[in-house]
């Protein structure tokens, strides 16, 4: 199978810059993958297309400020530093800029010279041309980072967060996302309190999401892609949940396709769910045989990402571009701050 299977056309004016306010008065496009048909409406109308009983499970990571600039040590020379995955208690994998110039023994520094907080050293290279930076930081590294960083947002929002809860879902919890799980933007309080008001189950299982979810695929064939591992964890509240809306008749409904990742990692074929925690490098695409989950939200996705790939395993890839189409004729907001879309 072709990555360039997975390529659609999209006018950059429809990469949204910012959140709709409120978040769930964005729009929403419903795709019925029986009947093949979609249709268009409100996020806040959510309810009208879940019943009681159903089971919304939420991805509740929560992004740091991973997004440091600093200097190398000896020339004084800029150098950017995005923290992925946390590999002990002073040693991170993380993306640098510019590679080419910092080699494994590298020194670093960040913030201000009168109150330096916080150094590093590269201390070797990744298999996918990150580095591992052993830190030095006097007092609580998150705090220092809270202090130092900044939202890791994509590159293709040109403007800067009015404030950092921007890219954050209202729910999110555990610390540990280089990015956000955008479907779950959407929220609001007052909708997730509606959703349990009218039966509708709510469970969390925590993804840090990091280079595997948005690393670009380089290859030609999907198969050749490597997915980057990225940890999870799913409490034994969330499968005593899950496991019992199963029981009822109940749909599982992933919010996101991070959120996604994880149930399927932890699936069985009779469509229960385990409590487990690890690292999951699971690269769904068409053909995969989904244990799970029965609807998903989601956001537009990039052409050629892993994410439409998933989207495409679940939906089917023609109907998923078909939609796509339509979307982009009807001015749908595309990516991170975008426009959503139910799957059922």
Known sequence: MLVEEFDYDLPEELIAQKP???RDHSRLLVLDREKETWQENKFNKLMDFLSPGDCLVLNDTRVIPARLM???KETDGEVEVVLLNQVSKTDWEALVKPGR???PGTELKFGLESKRKLEGIIKSRTSYGGRVIQFKFDGEFMGIINELGEMPIPPYIKRKLDNKSEYQTVYAEN???AAAPTAGLHFTEKLLNQLTDNGVEIASVTLHVGLGTFRPVRVKDVEDHEMHAEFYRVPAET??????SRDRGGRIIAVGTTTT??????????????????WTNLFIV????????DGLITNFHLPC??????????AGRDLILKAYKYAVKRKFRFYTFGDAMLII
Do not use: D, H, W
């Open 175 to 177: 610390e540990g996302s």
């Open 239 to 244: 499968v005593q949940i899950v496991n019992r």
């Open 20 to 22: 709709v306010r409120p």
């Open 101 to 103: 110039r910092l080699p």
């Open 261 to 278: 990742r994880t149930l399927e990692t932890v699936g069985c074929e009779n469509g229960y769910i385990r409590s487990k925690k690890g």
């Open 305 to 314: 990402s892993t994410l439409l790939m998933m989207v495409s395993a679940f």
């Open 286 to 293: 068409p053909g995969y045989s989904f244990q799970v989950i």
């Open 70 to 72: 600093g200097k190398k």
